[in-house]
Nanobody, 124 residues
């Protein structure tokens, strides 16, 4: 059984940093495409960042490129999202997800397993 648990969300001031973690069990990070999605109230889910099973490819949406960094610790089966220079528009529920499709971009339907989400709120 695959379980994915996010942590690290919270309230942060604009321009501040925050690091999200996703602890995974039942699945190896180096055998999956791992991604971070986010969803703000009233909006569709947006794929923010993902990393390929090989670890040699990453993707970032235009809205987070240059500010967010996705990484993983295979030994501890943990996925990270380092966020800096946060903006109020980054406020959302952030989900980690695992899948087995790699493309230039992120689609919800490509990801088979999901965490419950962690809330990030950026104050102006």
């Amino acid at each position: 059984q695959v379980q994915m648990v996010e942590s690290g969300g919270g309230l942060v001031q604009a321009a501040g940093p925050l690091r999200l973690s996703c602890t995974v069990s039942g699945l190896r990070l180096d055998e999956s495409a791992m991604g971070w999605f986010r969803q703000a109230p009233g909006n569709d889910s947006e794929g923010a960042a993902c990393i390929k099973w090989s670890g040699d490819s990453t993707y970032y949406s235009d809205s987070v490129k240059g500010r967010f960094t996705i990484s993983r610790d295979n030994a501890n089966n943990t996925l990270y999202l380092q966020m800096k220079n946060l903006k109020p528009e980054d406020t959302a529920l952030y989900y980690c997800a695992a899948g087995f499709v790699w493309r230039n971009g992120m689609r919800v339907e490509d990801y088979a397993y999901w965490g419950q989400g962690t809330q990030v709120t950026v104050s102006s």
